[in-house]
């Protein structure tokens, strides 16, 4: 579920304030589109309306069924699990958020990237369900566990 409004919008405004000051404070959220560009939308638009690919029956993220050799894994993971398809779905679909971005998340509170991971399980889920209407999908959201030390993520399989 993501936010309507709330604190987290407030705490996301005061860091975009910070980053680019020449904005006043009664500006919204949008009113910072200005700092991206259509370019790095375009590479967003993979992270909030993904590509998914199937392979046997299964569907796999884009991003980590990339080539032939993670096609062979898949099969060898099908076959090692029995040729259950949510084992090797689960097996493969989990991403963790802030793996995806090559700097580390420091200036953005664990509040917010969790606001973020909900996010992209609302827009993965409609997602899911557009590209592959006759089946049925699980996306659910995994906090960050301090003592293992995974972060944030979501997980995606099919029900």
């Known amino acids: 579920m993501t936010n309507d409004g709330n604190e987290l919008d407030d705490e996301l405004k005061q860091l975009l304030r910070t980053k680019y000051p020449k904005e006043d404070a009664s500006c919204e959220v949008t009113d910072f589109l200005f700092a991206g560009t259509p370019l ?7 992270l909030f309306w993904p590509t998914f690919v199937e392979i046997a029956g299964m569907v796999f993220w884009k991003g980590t069924v990339r080539d032939s050799n993670d096609v062979e894994r898949v099969h060898r993971a099908f076959e090692e699990y029995d ?3 949510r084992l090797t779905e689960r097996a ?3 991403i ?3 793996e995806l971005f090559a700097t580390d998340p420091e200036d953005v509170s664990r509040e917010l990237l969790d606001d973020l991971t909900r996010t992209l399980c609302e827009t993965w889920k409609a997602r899911l369900e557009s590209t592959f209407p006759e089946k049925r999908f699980v ?3 995994e906090p960050a566990d301090d003592e293992t ?3 944030c993520g979501l997980w995606f399989y099919q029900a």
Not at 40 to 46: G, Q, T
């Open 40 to 46: 790095v939308a375009l590479l967003y638009r993979e």
């Open 139 to 141: 996306v659910d959201f």
């Open 96 to 98: 963790e958020v802030p």
């Open 149 to 151: 030390g995974e972060e």
């Open 83 to 85: 040729r259950d398809i």
């Open 92 to 94: 493969f679909n989990f």
